[in-house]
């Protein structure tokens, strides 16, 4: 009963933080920044995985609009990370935004609900749910588009190098200062 006590504040805290578009992942130990970024080769590192999954592929755009705002501008991570990390998750972004008919200076919060919306509409089987999640301004190519885009997405290189590049910075990050 004590450990659950002492340990209320550090989940609240938690709860406070950025949340994850594509799940909270266990290994992230409640941090979704840290999640998202263990995560980010599997999800993020062959794209092409995702073709046949247009619910996968929403939900691993959404992990890298979060990864590369949270990077930016997350105050326990921002002031941490290498800037080339943070470039190369820019580099990323601008690709699969490229890719989808996103505009290019959308708001990522805006880009992120949305690809959930429609991730969680196309699990239901609501494909009419899906377009509307997707039919708004941040999405320049229409949500016909963006939902076949979703369907068949390639392997992204800059979206692959940038996963690769977050793991291997939340490593760094990790290592006990000498």
């Known amino acids: 009963m004590r450990i659950a006590r002492a340990a209320l504040p550090s989940l609240l805290l938690l709860s406070a933080c950025a949340q994850d578009p594509s799940g909270n992942y266990l290994f ?8 998202a970024a263990l995560y980010a080769p599997r999800n993020l590192g062959n794209t092409s995985r995702w073709d046949g ?9 959404a992990q890298l609009e979060f990864l590369a705002s949270e990077f930016r501008t997350n105050p326990r991570y921002a002031p941490e990370v290498n800037p080339a990390v943070v470039q190369q998750l820019d580099a990323a972004r601008v690709e699969m935004r490229g890719f989808l008919g996103i505009a290019p200076q959308a708001d990522p ?17 609501s494909r009419a749910r899906a377009e509307a999640a997707l039919s708004g301004p941040a999405f320049t190519a ?37």
């Open 28 to 35: 992230g130990i409640g941090d979704p920044v840290r999640g």
């Open 53 to 61: 999954d247009p619910a996968g592929a929403a939900l691993a755009a």
């Open 109 to 125: 919060a805006l880009v992120i609900q949305a690809l959930r919306n429609a991730a969680a509409a196309l699990r239901d089987g």
């Open 142 to 178: 229409g949500p016909l588009v963006t939902l076949a885009r979703l369907s068949h997405m390639p392997r992204l290189p800059r979206t692959a190098e940038a996963a690769g590049a977050v793991a291997a910075e939340l490593d760094r990050l990790d290592r006990p200062r000498r």
